[in-house]
């Protein structure tokens, strides 16, 4: 199956002015029916019993406790896991997952377990961020996944639906293999973000590695009935499809990635969906990978029922800095002059908003594309132009400059200046090098949680200002025979480096450092980890067993001796065709840019609340979200953290939002972007809120679930008025 062509639009841009905004699907509030809160995945709620005058008198109105037993003889599950689920209500009935991804129903009203279901234990633990409502008549289904299996459950009973698929399940590998001289059937394939259900199609996006292991990040559609492929778009294209010729030959049989993680929106009444993709693998170097890489980095426009595409547009060319975009497109319908305008709305993780024409995919605000550096690695071919939106402004800042050195104190200061005069990076698009640069857009600008817009046309966006280093190694110097290194170190670098680094220090929860996992896993547990994966981390079952031996053995410091170069797995330049694909530079260093205590080497704010009226592209305001208790109580001004979630409005006058380090969950006033409820939850709300209505009584949902670094929480907690 291949890419089915109109015509490709790209790179047109027209300024527009008095826009007005309204939402584009009517609801009524009482449920809360699918990701996002609506298909349009606007995160607002028309209901009013909850607002600014009586917020405050929010109390918790029941509990449901997820939470399960480690099992201690299972090394994916030995350890508490965290939830980072957006949960549906539908009809009254709450559905969501367990930390161990078992997928539950609620009455909405009381917390009460109606069901729940047990997924297969052979399929792998990855995060699992919501699921999918289908009726039909009198047949209703939740479809979610866990691992790479897509699960089809009966809503009323939580019985699975044995004929969809092969018995209640499709595999997700499903429709990658065509034309490619290696099998993805071992690779790691999951889907993070829920797929999105037009009429009886489901279309599915998908997370895999981000090293040269990667599978393609092909997007495809499934039968809800039936289970059967009905589609596949090419996200990496394939001969005689409009963009191979944005890569080298044959690229797409080796180069994995370029998918879609982080959902999907969908307009029903045009019957196309919308959504974002990521970078190609493998992050950091693109030196066989010339050209401006389509369809990554890309907000794309396809026919829901088919697979056409009907229209495309790059954010970044040939991206060397992992700008993946974070969550699903915004779809708002603007007004001007009278005349209304369907528009996609995107926020990116450099912290960038898009607003495009949703038929012609052309931006509704000014775009400049402007030269950028081309300095990059031997063997690089770094892009020379980049976009540069004009409005909005950018939602963080673009670039580390000395006047935002940290100021927290005199010795955090010295201590970040002495390391930043190193490395200081000046553009934003400065091609990673083995000297180090420092940039935003990894864990900064806007991340999974989404954002929210309101009828009124504004949009509510958490920010984090997070700057990250990040020094690149040749991969060929590891193995000269001046410098050869064991099997097992190769075998790192090749498939785990990306991540966790050369120096295996990693930064913080996303990306753990490995340099003690002695002292926390036992050769056992790392060896089955590395075959099934957990969470982020992909699986590994395509290297063979005594390679996955060779790399515990690297990491337990156990190897007896060098190996010769022979040994270690070729440069994909030295390898061409060869999968996996290794690329000739890989991260050395990849790290937050802190101070010695660990805290943001950058002034504060470091996370932010917004509001950005779609209008006119102006900020209404911005605020700090989060804090710091230990740094408030020594007289600094709030600082705001980084935050893993995304906001909820109201036409109460409300945005709800969780999601801080701080573990609270607050309201704000939509007008002034002032706290005006707030609540410690027992541990991080690191999902995004929703509301519905049960009875005449209105609710607010967050799943607790904790993680990122902090202690493991297990319950969705409902608060409602006293």
Same mark, same amino acid.
């Given at each position: 199956?291949?890419?089915?062509?109109?015509?490709?639009?790209?790179?047109?841009?027209?300024?527009?002015?008095?826009?007005?905004?309204?939402?584009?699907?009517?609801?009524?509030?009482?449920?809360?029916?699918?990701?996002?809160?609506?298909?349009?995945?606007?995160?607002?709620?028309?209901?009013?019993?909850?607002?600014?005058?009586?917020?405050?008198?929010?109390?918790?109105?029941?509990?449901?406790?997820?939470?399960?037993?480690?099992?201690?003889?299972?090394?994916?599950?030995?350890?508490?896991?965290?939830?980072?689920?957006?949960?549906?209500?539908?009809?009254?009935?709450?559905?969501?997952?367990?930390?161990?991804?078992?997928?539950?129903?609620?009455?909405?009203?009381?917390?009460?377990?109606?069901?729940?279901?047990?997924?297969?234990?052979?399929?792998?633990?990855?995060?699992?961020?919501?699921?999918?409502?289908?009726?039909?008549?009198?047949?209703?289904?939740?479809?979610?996944?866990?691992?790479?299996?897509?699960?089809?459950?009966?809503?009323?009973?939580?019985?699975?639906?044995?004929?969809?698929?092969?018995?209640?399940?499709?595999?997700?590998?499903?429709?990658?293999?065509?034309?490619?001289?290696?099998?993805?059937?071992?690779?790691?394939?999951?889907?993070?973000?829920?797929?999105?259900?037009?009429?009886?199609?489901?279309?599915?996006?998908?997370?895999?590695?981000?090293?040269?292991?990667?599978?393609?990040?092909?997007?495809?559609?499934?039968?809800?009935?039936?289970?059967?492929?009905?589609?596949?778009?090419?996200?990496?294209?394939?001969?005689?499809?409009?963009?191979?010729?944005?890569?080298?030959?044959?690229?797409?049989?080796?180069?994995?990635?370029?998918?879609?993680?982080?959902?999907?929106?969908?307009?029903?009444?045009?019957?196309?969906?919308?959504?974002?993709?990521?970078?190609?693998?493998?992050?950091?170097?693109?030196?066989?990978?010339?050209?401006?890489?389509?369809?990554?980095?890309?907000?794309?426009?396809?026919?829901?029922?088919?697979?056409?595409?009907?229209?495309? @547009? %790059?954010?970044?060319?040939? #991206?060397? !800095?992992?700008?993946?975009?974070?969550?699903?497109?915004? $779809?708002? *319908?603007? +007004?001007?002059?009278?005349?209304?305008?369907?528009?996609?709305?995107?926020?990116?993780?450099?912290?960038?908003?898009?607003?495009?024409?949703?038929?012609?995919?052309?931006?509704?605000?000014?775009?400049?594309?402007?030269?950028?550096?081309?300095?990059?690695?031997?063997?690089?071919?770094?892009?020379?132009?980049?976009?540069?939106?004009?409005?909005?402004?950018?939602?963080?800042?673009?670039?580390?400059?000395?006047?935002?050195?940290?100021?927290?104190?005199?010795?955090?200061?010295?201590?970040?200046?002495?390391?930043?005069?190193?490395?200081?990076?000046?553009?934003?698009?400065?091609?990673?090098?083995?000297?180090?640069?420092?940039?935003?857009?990894?864990?900064?600008?806007?991340?999974?949680?989404?954002?929210?817009?309101?009828?009124?046309?504004?949009? @509510? %966006?958490?920010?984090?200002? #997070?700057? !990250?280093?990040?020094?690149?190694?040749?991969?060929?110097? $590891?193995? *000269?025979? +001046?410098?050869?290194?064991?099997?097992?170190?190769?075998?790192?670098?090749?498939?785990?480096?990306?991540?966790?680094?050369?120096?295996?220090?990693?930064?913080?929860?996303?990306?753990?450092?490995?340099?003690?996992?002695?002292?926390?896993?036992?050769?056992?547990?790392?060896?089955?980890?590395?075959?099934?994966?957990?969470?982020?981390?992909?699986?590994?079952?395509?290297?063979?067993?005594?390679?996955?031996?060779?790399?515990?053995?690297?990491?337990?410091?156990?190897?007896?001796?060098?190996?010769?170069?022979?040994?270690?797995?070729?440069?994909?330049?030295?390898?061409?065709?060869?999968?996996?694909?290794?690329?000739?530079?890989?991260?050395?260093?990849?790290?937050?840019?802190?101070?010695?205590?660990?805290?943001?080497?950058?002034?504060?704010?470091?996370?932010?609340?917004?509001?950005? #009226?779609?209008?006119?592209?102006?900020?209404?305001?911005?605020?700090? $979200?989060?804090?710091?208790?230990?740094?408030?109580?020594?007289?600094?001004?709030?600082?705001?953290?980084?935050?893993?979630?995304?906001?909820?409005?109201?036409?109460?006058?409300?945005?709800?939002?969780?999601?801080?380090?701080?573990?609270?969950?607050?309201?704000?006033?939509?007008?002034?972007?002032?706290?005006?409820?707030?609540?410690?939850?027992?541990?991080?709300?690191?999902?995004?809120?929703?509301?519905?209505?049960?009875?005449?009584?209105?609710?607010?949902?967050?799943?607790?679930?904790?993680?990122?670094?902090?202690?493991?929480?297990?319950?969705?907690?409902?608060?409602?008025?006293?």
């Amino acid at each position: 199956m291949h890419n089915v062509l109109t015509v490709g639009l790209l790179l047109g841009s027209c300024l527009m002015s008095g826009m007005e905004l309204r939402n584009t699907a009517p609801d009524t509030g009482k449920d809360w029916p699918a990701y996002g809160g609506n298909k349009a995945g606007n995160r607002h709620s028309p209901l009013t019993r909850i607002n600014t005058e009586n917020v405050r008198n929010l109390q918790v109105a029941w509990q449901y406790d997820a939470s399960e037993k480690p099992d201690p003889n299972d090394p994916a599950r030995k350890r508490g896991r965290a939830i980072q689920c957006q949960p549906i209500v539908v009809n009254g009935i709450l559905y969501g997952t367990t930390p161990e991804l078992k997928l539950f129903a609620l009455k909405a009203g009381t917390g009460e377990q109606l069901w729940k279901f047990e997924p297969s234990k052979n399929d792998r633990l990855n995060s699992n961020r919501g699921v999918m409502y289908w009726e039909n008549g009198n047949e209703k289904r939740i479809l979610y996944t866990v691992g790479s299996s897509l699960y089809a459950v009966n809503a009323e009973n939580g019985q699975i639906v044995s004929s969809f698929g092969t018995d209640g399940r499709v595999d997700l590998h499903e429709g990658l293999q065509t034309n490619l001289d290696h099998d993805v059937s071992k690779l790691s394939v999951t889907a993070t973000s829920p797929g999105i259900i037009y009429r009886n199609t489901v279309v599915m996006g998908s997370s895999v590695s981000e090293s040269g292991d990667a599978a393609p990040g092909h997007v495809r559609a499934f039968d809800v009935v039936t289970g059967k492929l009905k589609w596949v778009f090419h996200t990496i294209p394939q001969p005689g499809e409009l963009g191979y010729d944005t890569w080298p030959k044959d690229a797409y049989k080796r180069i994995g990635a370029t998918n879609n993680w982080s959902g999907l929106s969908l307009d029903e009444k045009r019957g196309v969906v919308y959504f974002g993709t990521g970078s190609p693998a493998s992050d950091f170097y693109g030196g066989d990978r010339k050209g401006a890489n389509l369809f990554a980095n890309c907000i794309l426009a396809l026919e829901a029922e088919t697979g056409r595409m009907k229209w495309y @547009y %790059q954010t970044i060319h040939h #991206d060397l !800095w992992d700008r993946d975009h974070p969550s699903p497109p915004n $779809l708002i *319908t603007l +007004k001007r002059n009278g005349k209304t305008v369907d528009a996609v709305v995107q926020a990116t993780k450099d912290g960038l908003v898009y607003v495009l024409d949703r038929d012609k995919g052309t931006s509704l605000f000014p775009v400049e594309e402007r030269k950028v550096p081309t300095n990059g690695l031997p063997g690089e071919h770094p892009y020379p132009t980049q976009k540069y939106p004009l409005k909005p402004l950018p939602l963080n800042r673009q670039v580390y400059t000395e006047a935002d050195l940290t100021d927290l104190s005199p010795e955090a200061h010295a201590y970040v200046k002495e390391r930043f005069l190193k490395i200081k990076t000046d553009n934003k698009f400065a091609p990673p090098n083995t000297t180090g640069t420092l940039l935003f857009g990894y864990s900064g600008g806007a991340e999974w949680g989404g954002n929210a817009i309101d009828p009124q046309g504004i949009l @509510y %966006q958490n920010v984090n200002e #997070d700057p !990250w280093e990040l020094v690149m190694t040749e991969r060929a110097s $590891l193995t *000269t025979q +001046k410098n050869p290194v064991t099997a097992g170190n190769a075998l790192y670098t090749a498939n785990c480096a990306a991540c966790h680094g050369q120096d295996r220090r990693g930064s913080g929860p996303e990306l753990p450092g490995l340099v003690d996992i002695g002292k926390k896993r036992s050769a056992e547990e790392i060896k089955t980890l590395l075959k099934t994966g957990s969470g982020r981390m992909p699986s590994f079952q395509h290297l063979s067993e005594k390679d996955r031996d060779a790399i515990v053995a690297f990491l337990l410091n156990r190897e007896t001796g060098p190996a010769t170069v022979a040994s270690a797995p070729a440069p994909a330049a030295t390898n061409p065709g060869g999968f996996p694909y290794v690329p000739a530079y890989v991260s050395k260093v990849w790290q937050r840019f802190t101070d010695q205590d660990g805290y943001p080497g950058i002034k504060p704010p470091w996370g932010t609340l917004n509001a950005i #009226d779609l209008n006119t592209g102006e900020y209404l305001w911005r605020v700090p $979200l989060g804090e710091y208790p230990e740094l408030t109580k020594k007289g600094i001004p709030i600082t705001g953290t980084d935050s893993y979630g995304g906001p909820l409005s109201t036409a109460g006058g409300l945005v709800f939002i969780a999601g801080t380090r701080d573990e609270k969950i607050r309201a704000f006033d939509k007008k002034t972007g002032k706290v005006v409820w707030e609540y410690q939850l027992p541990a991080g709300g690191f999902a995004t809120p929703i509301t519905y209505e049960v009875d005449g009584k209105q609710y607010v949902v967050i799943a607790a679930g904790g993680g990122r670094g902090q202690k493991i929480g297990g319950n969705y907690i409902a608060f409602a008025l006293k």
